[in-house]
């Protein structure tokens, strides 16, 4: 089991790396830390502010949290579902490129984030 020991947000004074998405966090940007003892070890996650909001949009928290590759997978599965669901003849082309990580994330985030507005 999990537990988590410390959780909030502090300014970045040197660039991190995101546990979620990989990518950097750079320095003087607000982020999410926390720190964690699981199986008796500690660990610290570090995540972008737009990561940790996308973990709840999406409802992706489970019993154990939520690792790096689960983060990935739900990304990548929903900006599919959701271009799909936009054009799908454009995601059938032989000419579609699946964008890098980082413009998925920014894409399914942008799109919930929209969606949240109309209501």
Same mark, same amino acid.
Request: proline share 3%.
């Given at each position: 089991?999990?537990?988590?020991? $410390?959780?909030?947000?502090?300014?970045? $004074?040197?660039?991190?790396?995101?546990?979620?998405?990989?990518?950097?966090?750079?320095?003087?940007?607000?982020?999410?830390?926390? %720190?964690?003892?699981?199986? =008796?070890?500690?660990?610290?996650?570090?995540?972008?502010?737009?990561?940790?909001?996308?973990?709840?949009?999406?409802?992706? /928290? =489970? &019993? /154990?949290?939520?690792? =790096?590759? +689960?983060?990935?997978?739900?990304?990548? +599965?929903?900006?599919? /579902?959701?271009? &799909?669901?936009? +054009?799908?003849?454009?995601?059938?082309?032989?000419?579609?490129?699946?964008?890098?990580?980082?413009?998925? $994330? +920014?894409?399914?985030?942008?799109?919930?984030? %929209?969606?949240?507005?109309?209501?």
């Amino acid at each position: 089991m999990m537990e988590t020991l $410390r959780y909030g947000k502090v300014k970045a $004074r040197k660039a991190h790396v995101c546990s979620f998405c990989g990518c950097t966090i750079p320095v003087g940007a607000t982020y999410w830390r926390s %720190a964690h003892k699981a199986n =008796g070890e500690l660990y610290d996650w570090k995540s972008h502010e737009k990561c940790a909001e996308l973990v709840d949009m999406l409802n992706m /928290e =489970g &019993d /154990e949290g939520v690792t =790096g590759e +689960d983060f990935y997978e739900c990304i990548t +599965d929903t900006f599919g /579902e959701m271009w &799909d669901e936009m +054009d799908p003849e454009m995601a059938e082309s032989k000419d579609f490129v699946i964008p890098e990580f980082s413009k998925q $994330r +920014d894409f399914v985030y942008n799109h919930l984030k %929209a969606k949240e507005e109309t209501k």
